[in-house]
């Protein structure tokens, strides 16, 4: 495989780059090594939080800020090979967010698409277009572009999620968008769990169509997910790189959930010995129940992190994934595969070994 060569920069071609460099001007030959690779160069790099060693912190903030004051009380999980950027991956940001009994974190909307994987805790809700969805441990809730949505508590105990929005795609691309409510709550339109009621059954209403590119489900129960995948693990061998995976999928169309951001969950039978797995899209893991570890990455900055329940993992494009569990473990995955997809760029390691 050829890789692409700077040309040499003589004394003629300098003084020609000098004299065109204030019409704007500059010469693709110089840069085109840089824009081009034979594989991905991405700046993001593979790491892992903690989640006993991050919690205090998180707590901490409970006293210096309101989740109101705050608008979202959150630490975000910044990738430490993109400083600055307030991204996890190139095209994802993640945070972990804090309310606690008696908050309510104001009603807005925007136009990245967000999801929040809940870490700890019960008694909170986030309310989507004026449905709430109450929330408990592995629950996953959706809020797609431009949907009002606040949070609130009515329980006992500090509640912690995961959020993961598509906030440096949109970025880029120039499309962010916020609009206050003007009020702390948005109205309550629909009863609780009605898209579930609605929508939640694998079955679809009569003459019902979908106006909108994501799901109709506000919330995805995690007992219901767990249980899906225990039930695929008795009637099937794991997958070697896998183990079993599902993937979240609006149930009238088959579709991702969310139209930017895909999501997984994954069970990793206790003793399992993954193979490398290595894909174009970065790559959020959060544990949901489990202990192992997982290697990511390679060469300089391979990583072997050993995880635990509420653990978050980044593996960034194209570097090498491997599970081991020493327990039974079950891990929430989001990723902009869907965009890829879509995009016809998406590939995965035996896709360049065939194209080869």
């Given at each position: 495989?050829?890789?692409?060569?700077?040309?040499?920069?003589?004394?003629?071609?300098?003084?020609?780059?000098?004299?065109?460099?204030?019409?704007?001007?500059?010469?693709?030959?110089?840069?085109?090594?840089?824009?081009?690779?034979?594989?991905?160069?991405?700046?993001?790099?593979?790491?892992?939080?903690?989640?006993?060693?991050?919690?205090?912190?998180?707590?901490?903030?409970?006293?210096?800020?309101?989740?109101?004051?705050?608008?979202?009380?959150?630490?975000?999980?910044?990738?430490?090979?993109?400083?600055?950027?307030?991204?996890?991956?190139?095209?994802?940001?993640?945070?972990?967010?804090?309310?606690?009994?008696?908050?309510?974190?104001?009603?807005?909307?925007?136009?990245?698409?967000?999801?929040?994987?809940?870490?700890?805790?019960?008694?909170?809700?986030?309310?989507?277009?004026?449905?709430?969805?109450?929330?408990?441990?592995?629950?996953?809730?959706?809020?797609?572009?431009?949907?009002?949505?606040?949070?609130?508590?009515?329980?006992?105990?500090?509640?912690?999620?995961?959020?993961?929005?598509?906030?440096?795609?949109?970025?880029?691309?120039?499309?962010?968008?916020?609009?206050?409510?003007?009020?702390?709550?948005?109205?309550?339109?629909?009863?609780?769990?009605?898209?579930?009621?609605?929508?939640?059954?694998?079955?679809?209403?009569?003459?019902?169509?979908?106006?909108?590119?994501?799901?109709?489900?506000?919330?995805y129960s995690y007992a219901r997910s767990r249980g899906a995948l225990e039930a695929m693990s008795r009637a099937a061998d794991p997958d070697p790189i896998l183990g079993y995976g599902l993937e979240y999928v609006d149930p009238l169309t088959g579709r991702s959930a969310l139209s930017t951001i895909s999501t997984f969950l994954q069970f990793l039978p206790k003793g399992f010995l993954g193979q490398e797995?290595?894909?174009?899209?970065?790559?959020?893991?959060?544990?949901?129940?489990?202990?192992?570890?997982?290697?990511?990455?390679?060469?300089?900055?391979?990583?072997?992190?050993?995880?635990?329940?509420?653990?978050?993992?980044?593996?960034?494009?194209?570097?090498?994934?491997?599970?081991?569990?020493?327990?039974?473990?079950?891990?929430?995955?989001?990723?902009?595969?869907?965009?890829?997809?879509?995009?016809?760029?998406?590939?995965?390691?035996?896709?360049?070994?065939?194209?080869?």
């Amino acid at each position: 495989m050829r890789n692409l060569v700077r040309p040499e920069k003589t004394q003629e071609r300098a003084a020609y780059y000098d004299a065109i460099a204030g019409q704007n001007l500059f010469p693709l030959w110089e840069r085109l090594a840089d824009l081009l690779s034979p594989e991905p160069r991405v700046r993001s790099r593979p790491h892992a939080w903690k989640y006993k060693d991050v919690r205090p912190a998180l707590m901490q903030a409970a006293g210096i800020i309101s989740a109101e004051e705050a608008e979202r009380r959150v630490l975000i999980l910044e990738n430490p090979g993109l400083i600055g950027s307030s991204a996890i991956t190139e095209s994802l940001y993640a945070g972990l967010q804090l309310i606690t009994p008696g908050e309510i974190a104001p009603a807005h909307r925007h136009s990245p698409s967000a999801l929040r994987f809940l870490l700890e805790g019960t008694g909170a809700y986030t309310a989507v277009g004026g449905e709430k969805a109450w929330m408990e441990p592995g629950d996953l809730v959706l809020t797609p572009s431009m949907q009002w949505h606040d949070h609130g508590h009515e329980g006992q105990d500090p509640v912690v999620w995961l959020d993961v929005l598509d906030l440096p795609l949109l970025t880029n691309l120039g499309a962010i968008f916020l609009d206050g409510f003007g009020d702390r709550r948005y109205p309550e339109t629909r009863p609780a769990a009605s898209s579930e009621a609605l929508y939640g059954s694998n079955m679809r209403p009569i003459g019902y169509e979908n106006p909108s590119k994501n799901s109709p489900l506000i919330k995805y129960s995690y007992a219901r997910s767990r249980g899906a995948l225990e039930a695929m693990s008795r009637a099937a061998d794991p997958d070697p790189i896998l183990g079993y995976g599902l993937e979240y999928v609006d149930p009238l169309t088959g579709r991702s959930a969310l139209s930017t951001i895909s999501t997984f969950l994954q069970f990793l039978p206790k003793g399992f010995l993954g193979q490398e797995q290595r894909v174009t899209d970065g790559r959020i893991f959060s544990i949901a129940e489990g202990f192992g570890q997982v290697d990511v990455g390679e060469g300089e900055h391979k990583k072997t992190f050993s995880y635990a329940p509420r653990d978050t993992i980044v593996a960034p494009c194209w570097a090498p994934v491997s599970w081991r569990s020493q327990s039974d473990t079950f891990v929430f995955t989001a990723s902009d595969r869907n965009v890829q997809q879509l995009l016809g760029v998406w590939r995965a390691k035996q896709q360049v070994e065939a194209d080869a």
